[in-house]
């Protein structure tokens, strides 16, 4: 059988030892870094920056398939968008003929791709590098209810299971009599019949997970519970969490200081 | 009807190969179990019998027919495949619906379809249920309903995923009945099952696979006579049997009747 539970492929590298906690921290900061900043530059280092880290981490080929695979289609028709259409738009650099290209919508659609792929890409590399009852284990113990942690837990999990499961009853329908290959209207009517058992075995396999953390007394109250899964923070997690503080606070400093700059 | 593996060797592709060089024809309408621990491989081997899974190296050949000039969906004519979970396999909302499905899909004439409904729900114990929801019925009338699901397809050849997994004494009784009411329509039934009393019961031809390659393969009175070599596939014979080799008779036996015979001709000597 595949051996796959989850997007998690244990690799040990530094990245991954990284306490899931700076990891998560390392989204909202580096993302809402982006976000903040006037323009698109910024975004475009974190991005050069985060190539450097999933080097790091040992999936660059993964990371620069799905950055790529996003980024160009999304890059191109907002840079459309925007570049031509944007109301802001009084510089003009170029002209298509039915329409002329705006600096600032140019600008703007750059900075909105930026903060996306910030994003979309250190969600990405957090997301394959992490175990995810590491994840859940630093969650709640930095106060996060262990309910919530079990439903994050569980929507982590609940793709590839899917997935898996979506692979076995395509194999049992097509021992049916159902092509699965072919053209897109072949393709489309053979995924009516997975997506019945795919749906309710589902449903039935969350509602016996459910009971089976209750007979293990999942939800008794008044009770500090432990996790099995040991959290550590290392020397190198506080010096990231330091940068990560201090680019933050840089961030915003520059971002208001170049407001106030304008008034 | 025939399949014949050949040098069969098959890897996932997570890695590890999973069968390690099959030969093995299966043939007529005689029924074939086939046993092993769990990871043996059998699984993994009969999902090529209608090309599920195609080989890493090697070659499947159906009636002579090599198993990748069509798809599974054209196969499943020919071979039949009950699937070890049912909840797989059911997804409409009534047992005749999933009855007239897969020979529908197959383009089968209605009026044979209707013909064999009635046949095959009468075999699997399902004339009472034809109109209730799959969901709704237990899990050995589940195993049934996939079962009458597949046959309903006419397929030369049928295979049986553990199908003796979950089912209570009066359910063996109706799977053997189904095997025997195959072969005398000239069907040929290949089952995987953990069970050796239901194995022994009606399959004269075992096949003891072990770490993905076929160990022993013949009669049930000469397999379960390799008690060193079964030893090494961790599989059990039936207690009496045990209870003979045991008591040093030179006969195998499967049944009590068999055993008391064999005792009184031993005694004789």
Redesign the interface.
């Known amino acids: ?4 539970s989850n997007t998690f492929i244990p690799k040990n590298t530094v990245i991954e030892r990284l306490n899931p906690m700076t990891k998560i921290f390392a989204i909202f900061s580096l993302g809402l870094g982006t976000l903040i900043s006037p323009g698109p530059r910024l975004g475009l280092a974190v991005i050069a920056g985060l190539f450097g880290a999933a080097w790091l981490a040992g999936i660059l080929k993964d990371f620069a398939k799905i950055m790529f695979g996003f980024g160009i289609p999304v890059t191109a028709m907002l840079l459309f968008i925007q570049g031509c259409y944007h109301p802001g738009n009084v510089t003009f650099i170029a002209d298509l003929g039915f329409a002329k290209v705006g600096l600032e919508g140019v600008r703007y659609a750059l900075k909105i791709i930026s903060t996306l792929l910030v994003f979309l890409g250190t969600f990405y590399i957090m997301n394959k590098t992490t175990y995810p009852g590491k994840l859940v284990a630093a969650l709640t113990e930095s106060g996060m209810p262990p309910k919530a942690g079990y439903l994050v837990l569980a929507s982590l999990n609940v793709v590839p299971q899917m997935q898996r ?1 979506m692979s ?2 395509r ?11 072919g053209g897109i209207t072949a393709r489309i009517k053979a995924y009516i ?5 795919v749906i ?2 589902s449903l ?1 396999d969350a509602q016996e997970r459910g009971m089976t953390l209750e007979t293990r007394g999942f939800g008794i109250a008044g009770v500090k519970p432990t996790a099995y899964v040991e959290v550590c923070k290392t020397r190198t997690d506080r010096a990231v969490n330091i940068f990560l503080t201090a680019f933050f606070i840089a961030v915003v400093s520059a971002a208001v200081l170049t407001k106030l700059d304008f008034i | 009807m025939q399949i014949e593996l050949k040098n069969l060797h098959y890897s996932y592709p997570s890695g590890g190969e999973v069968l390690k060089g099959i030969n093995l024809v299966i043939g007529g309408t005689e029924p074939v179990a086939i046993i092993g621990q769990n990871g043996a491989g059998k699984t993994t081997a009969v999902k090529h019998f209608n090309g599920i899974l195609r080989p890493t190296s090697g070659e499947v050949l159906i009636n002579g027919e090599n198993i990748e000039t069509r798809s599974t969906a054209q196969w499943s004519k020919k071979v039949g495949y009950v699937f070890q979970n049912p909840d797989d396999q059911l997804f409409l909302e009534s047992v005749r619906k999933e009855f007239e499905f897969g020979p529908r899909q197959i383009k089968m004439p209605e009026k044979e379809i209707k013909r064999r409904n009635e046949w095959v729900a009468e075999l699997v114990g399902m004339s009472e249920k034809l109109d209730m929801h799959p969901f709704d019925l237990t899990p050995s009338e589940k195993k049934f309903c996939t079962i009458g699901a597949v046959l309903m397809m006419d397929p030369d050849v049928l295979i049986f995923d553990e199908p003796t997994c979950g089912q209570d004494v009066q359910g063996n009784h109706r799977l053997l009945s189904i095997i025997k009411a195959l072969k005398e329509r000239g069907k040929l039934c290949i089952t995987i099952s953990h069970d050796m009393k239901f194995v022994v019961s009606s399959f004269r031809r075992i096949i003891v696979m072990c770490g993905g390659e076929v160990i022993l393969d013949g009669r049930a009175e000469e397999v379960f006579a390799q008690t060193e070599i079964l030893k090494k596939s961790f599989v059990a014979p039936p207690p009496v049997t045990k209870v003979a080799q045991g008591a040093g008779l030179k006969k195998t036996v499967f049944t009590t009747e068999a055993f008391m015979e064999a005792l009184e001709d031993e005694r004789k000597v």
């Open positions: 059988m595949a051996t796959i499961r076995v009853i194999e049992a329908q097509e021992a049916r009599g159902v092509e699965t290959g019949p997975l997506l019945g058992p309710m075995s039935t």
